[in-house]
Nanobody, 115 residues
């Protein structure tokens, strides 16, 4: 059972930068993916960024060129560097981990970007 501990989030102004981090523990498989989704009120979670343990990255269209995902394998931690933040980036950001066939979610951290 993977446990995810998120940190970061908060209130920033448009144009500012912020970094989210998520530390995983209890990993069992070497094949894994870590990353972030976000959710505004409603049922759907939007892909923000994913990174495989091999280093492949995937970004959602709305964040390409502004957000950067990275991983520290020794610390089992994934980071999301968010630059040029916009009010439409306001959401709850969820850390995501796929450990082998199993999927896990963090508790979520709120990001609010004021105009």
């Amino acid at each position: 059972q993977v446990q995810l501990v998120e940190s970061g989030g908060g209130l920033v102004q448009a144009g500012e930068s912020l970094t989210l981090s998520c530390a995983a523990s209890g990993r069992f498989y070497s094949d894994n993916v870590m990353g972030w989704y976000r959710q505004v009120p409603g049922p759907q979670r939007e892909l923000v960024a994913l990174m495989t343990n091999g280093g492949s990255r995937t970004y959602g269209d709305s964040v390409k060129g502004r957000f950067t995902i990275s991983r520290d394998r020794a610390k089992n931690t994934v980071y999301l560097q968010m630059n040029s933040l916009k009010p439409e980036d306001t959401a709850v950001y969820y850390c995501y981990d796929r450990d082998g066939p199993n999927k896990y979610w963090g508790q979520g951290t709120q990001l609010t970007v004021s105009s």
